[in-house]
């Protein structure tokens, strides 16, 4: 049985950092990519990124390129989403995913979100002073 399950978030200032955890279940991380992705207060689910399992990141959100970071630890079957000089707007619940039909690659899909078969339970992250 694959799981997700995703810790880390929140309450940080802004510019503050915070760094997300997604430890993986049921498959050996090695041969998976994961997402990340987040979904604020009343918005749809948006992308952030994803990590091949070739540690190519794939970022789905430009704007977010430079401050969010994905890294992986196969090791601990652990990946990670560093974020740095964080906004209010970064305020969401953050989520991992991960596919059993894209296995080792990222979904470069225009909704890449409908790729993934796989996701946590999300994780808050609140950005407010």
């Known amino acids: 049985q694959v799981q997700l399950v995703e810790s880390g978030g929140g309450l940080v200032q802004p510019g503050g950092s915070l760094r997300l955890s997604c430890t993986v279940s049921?498959?050996?991380?090695?041969?998976?990519?994961v997402g990340w992705f987040r979904q604020a207060p009343g918005k749809g689910r948006e992308g952030i990124s994803c990590?091949?399992?070739?540690?190519?990141?794939?970022y789905y959100t430009d704007s977010l390129k430079g401050r969010f970071t994905a890294s992986r630890e196969n090791a601990k079957n652990t990946v990670y989403l560093q974020m740095n000089s964080l906004k209010p707007e970064d305020t969401a619940i953050y989520y991992c995913?991960?596919?059993?039909?894209?296995?080792?690659?990222?979904?470069?899909?225009?909704?890449?979100?409908?790729?993934?078969?796989?996701w946590g339970q999300g994780t808050q992250v609140t950005v407010s002073s």
């Open positions: 995913a991960t596919s059993d039909v894209l296995g080792p690659f990222c979904s470069t899909a225009n909704t890449p979100e409908s790729d993934y078969t796989y």
């Open positions: 049921g498959f050996t991380l090695d041969y998976v990519a």
């Open positions: 990590i091949s399992t070739g540690d190519i990141i794939t």
